[in-house]
């Protein structure tokens, strides 16, 4: 009767986790999303995407939250990634929030990262959509160690940690009322080193800022700052200040946001298996060194969900 | 030891700790994210900060783990939280619930997806109340390697008489709950170790201080412990999630694609098997089984796959596909244990909806047989079921549903009660 078998390895496990994760949305909800950046994360989703429903189409429709601080290259690639999947495409700019007056900046240098949360819900609410499905980590952060896989958001977005529902087995419980919101997340149980095996094993393709680059950076407060930034509207994303010497570095980025609050580091790693080796002895968490926007204090993510950031 | 690694093809292995803060739980977790070396330089500099500002002069290891301002604020853990490491040969996931008696809930959430539980022991104090009752849900539950740690030996002087009376004692109350005679039966198995997280004795390193004991350490017992699912032969169980049938697509090749999408909770599958779709009981033959782009002869536990069928059959989200020679019967009613975990209590009024697999069904309460005390583990008459209690119940279901007896198959013996007012998950159960 005993036999022994050989069990899946992690990366398999995780796979198939997430595609189940993935087809329980499709079953349970009527009207999903699946949030795209162009991020490394959100590529790993698509691709876990394509195993999870191909040959059919996805039975959701890609949509991007655009801060309009984007690298150029992660936006181009974005939108190749799309026309080479065939699905489609949905783009919602915060600078659109701006006209409409539902997002005030503070400082027109602000990073706008916070304000992605009012565009989200307002296209959720132009939409419908009953499911966002996004590429966060239980991993990346202490405030989402205790995430479910299925979170479920109020009429305003916000995440309650004290009114989530148990998650037993893998029972998912995605139902919502009408204007209620759930935010599923597949890969929730990856690391950022699960994430670049996937890319590896995989041969996923990613936006060139991922890998090692020469870049007109300066260091501001203790951090390296990508200066002089192009953006698409034609106007320059962190101009350097009076005083700051530009120092022409190679870096790379470890995430990809909001140019304003997204730090590179120093690399020379320009394949991903290079960055595997560079994952596995970094001294530093991935959002510790190069997301400006967490540092604030130690509960700075738990304050944005509950504002209903992703 | 060191989390190095660019292999792909390392084992995954889920468990959980049992046991209050003042056992040392976060400190055992700690350390071994500590030894393993996942907690790198900044979390361990903003650790360090916090500690200075609690006026603590050692780092506090336990801060690693509790992670809510909420929590902060009231000084203690609500909710289950996920940790995860990696030994360069295995990754782990941690599920680490707070212990309790008024979270008993939580610990069921966190017994719910593991493999293997550590419960912590005191040694200057012993087995205890909460030991029981840690050891009988993990029981419960189903988790079949259950570790024993025996820890703060540092404060006994590394006592091996201390340790072994501890164990002794252990043992005569395991057998007491069936739980020593259930698990070698079942080929589940108990291990004792005795350790300081505090020190790092037997978690990672083994030091010297306990020559004594010539056992594995914690991460040689994590190491050696067998994945889930790969220890016994299961019966073949598919819940469909989803169909696919592309027919609007430009590919005529497509048009008559019927793909039945679903992840295998128990046994394996071929090419050529024959199956039946449940509930209905239509017989066919699997045509092909494919995973991405890439076409399977065969594919096993825990894999989500897609399976092709050679006749046209009408299966859809909640049916279940099973070997022919091995199905099982659908029912209309379960007899099930079940903890609630809602602060509104249960009503024997209400109905419910129970999710079972993929599949969904409306339910009453036929019956609440007794409660289970979770401390001193006697049943109890009950008219009623509030927030952490456990009572074996009755349900009469609206639908049939496909089930095997938890204690056999956790996937298919599993379930969950949804308010449909709220659509909050209200109850956990394990079908007898």
Redesign the interface.
Not at chain 1, 1 to 5: A, D, H, I, R
Not at chain 1, 164 to 171: A, D, H, I, N
Not at chain 2, 8 to 12: A, C, G, I, K, W
């Given at each position: 009767?005993?036999?022994?078998?050989q069990?899946?390895?992690?990366?398999?496990?995780?796979?198939?986790?997430a595609?189940?994760i993935l087809?329980?949305v499709?079953?349970q909800c009527s009207n999903p999303v699946l949030l795209f950046s162009g991020g490394k994360d959100s590529l790993c989703i698509l691709r876990l995407a394509?195993?999870?429903?191909?040959?059919?189409?996805f039975?959701f429709p890609l949509m991007h939250i655009d801060t309009g601080h984007n690298y150029q290259e992660v936006i181009d690639f974005r939108d190749q990634r799309a026309t080479e999947l065939g699905e489609r495409l949905i783009v919602r700019s915060v600078e659109d929030s701006m006209k409409r007056g539902t997002v005030v900046l503070k400082a027109a240098d602000e990073s706008r990262n916070k304000h992605q949360s009012v565009t989200l819900l307002e296209a959720i609410e132009e939409f419908g959509f009953d499911c966002c499905i996004g590429g966060a980590r239980?991993?990346e952060e202490?405030?989402r160690?205790?995430e479910r896989i299925m979170s479920f958001r109020d009429e305003f977005g916000q995440w309650d940690?004290?009114n989530?529902?148990?998650?037993?087995?893998?029972?998912y419980?995605a139902?919502?009322?009408k204007g209620e919101n759930i935010r599923a997340f597949p890969i929730?149980?990856w690391?950022e080193?699960?994430v670049w095996?996937y890319i590896?094993?995989e041969n996923l393709a990613l936006p060139s800022i991922y890998f090692a680059h020469q870049r007109d950076v300066v260091m501001r407060s203790g951090s390296i700052v990508p200066v002089n930034v192009p953006l698409v509207s034609g106007e320059v994303a962190n101009p350097v200040k009076a005083g700051e010497d530009i120092i022409n570095m190679q870096v790379r980025f470890r995430t990809v946001g909001d140019i304003s609050c997204t730090a590179p580091v120093i690399s020379d790693a320009d394949t991903v298996?290079k960055i595997?080796?560079e994952t596995?002895?970094?001294?530093?968490?991935e959002r510790?060194?190069t997301r400006l926007d967490d540092q604030t204090s130690?509960?700075s993510m738990?304050?944005r969900k509950k504002e209903g950031y992703f | 030891m060191s989390?190095?690694?660019?292999q792909?093809?390392?084992?995954?292995l889920r468990f959980m700790t049992c046991g209050s803060v003042d056992d040392g739980k976060s400190t055992l977790i700690g350390r071994l994210l500590f030894d393993t070396k996942t907690i790198?330089?900044?979390?361990l500099t903003?650790m360090t900060r916090?500690s200075e500002k609690r006026g603590l002069t050692a780092v506090d290891l336990s801060l690693l783990t509790d992670?809510?301002?909420?929590e902060?604020e009231q000084g203690i853990t609500?909710?289950?939280?996920?940790?995860?490491f990696?030994t360069g040969t295995?990754?782990y996931?941690i599920a680490d619930a707070p212990g309790h008696e008024q979270y008993t809930?939580?610990m069921?959430?966190a017994a719910?997806?593991a493999n293997l539980a550590i419960i912590l022991i005191d040694a200057r104090k012993g087995v205890l109340t909460q030991t029981r009752r840690h050891s009988y849900l993990a029981h419960l539950v189903g988790i079949p390697h259950i570790v024993v740690a025996v820890n703060k030996m540092d404060l006994v002087n590394y006592d091996q008489a201390i340790y072994d009376k501890i164990c002794a004692d252990y043992l005569v109350f395991a057998n007491e709950i069936g739980l020593a005679q259930s698990k070698i039966e079942a080929?589940h198995d108990i291990s004792f170790i005795p350790m300081s997280a505090l020190n790092g004795d037997m978690l990672v390193d083994r030091l010297d201080n306990m020559p004594w004991y010539t056992g594995n350490t914690m991460i040689e017992i994590l190491e050696a412990t067998?994945?889930a699912?790969?220890?016994?032969?299961e019966p073949f169980r598919f819940p469909v999630?989803?169909v696919?049938?592309?027919h609007?697509?430009d590919?005529h090749d497509?048009h008559d694609?019927r793909?039945f999408?679903?992840?295998i909770e128990s046994g394996e599958i071929s090419v050529g098997d024959a199956v039946t779709v449940l509930p209905n009981g239509y017989q066919s033959k699997v045509k092909a089984i494919q995973?991405?782009?890439d076409q399977l002869q065969s594919a096993?536990?825990?894999?989500?796959v897609t399976l092709l069928l050679e006749d046209e059959i009408d299966t859809s989200?909640g049916d279940m596909i099973v070997k022919t020679y091995e199905a099982n019967e659908p029912v209309k009613q379960i007899d099930a244990f079940v903890c609630w975990?809602s602060e509104t209590p249960m009503s024997t009024a209400r109905t419910y909806v129970i999710?079972?697999?993929?599949r969904e069904s409306k339910a009453k309460v036929g019956a609440i047989h007794y409660k289970v005390d979770v401390n001193t583990l006697e049943e109890q008459a009950s008219a009623d079921l509030k927030m952490n209690d456990i009572a074996r119940i009755t349900f009469k279901l609206a639908q049939p549903l496909m089930i095997d007896s938890y204690s056999i198959n956790?996937?298919t013996g599993?379930?969950?009660v949804?308010d449909e007012s709220t659509?909050?998950?209200v109850g956990?159960g394990m079908i007898v």
């Open positions: 009767m005993t036999t022994t078998k069990p899946l390895s992690h990366l398999d496990w995780l796979e198939s986790e595609i189940y087809r329980e499709a079953g394509e195993k999870a429903f191909r040959p059919g189409r039975p239980r991993d202490k405030a160690a205790k940690p004290k989530q529902r148990p998650e037993l087995w893998s029972l419980n139902r919502s009322h929730s149980n690391t080193m699960d095996q590896e094993r298996s595997v080796l596995a002895t970094s001294t530093i968490t510790g060194a130690d509960a738990e304050q | 989390n190095v690694t660019t792909h093809n390392d084992s995954l790198l330089a900044d979390t903003q916090t992670g809510l301002q909420a902060r609500i909710d289950v939280a996920y940790r995860y990696s295995r990754k996931i809930r939580n069921v959430t719910s997806t080929g067998p994945p699912h790969s220890e016994h032969d999630q989803f696919c049938r592309p609007a697509s590919n497509l694609f793909g999408m679903g992840r995973l991405g782009e096993t536990t825990e894999q989500s989200r975990l999710r079972h697999t993929t956790r996937a599993a379930f969950i949804i659509n909050n998950t956990a």
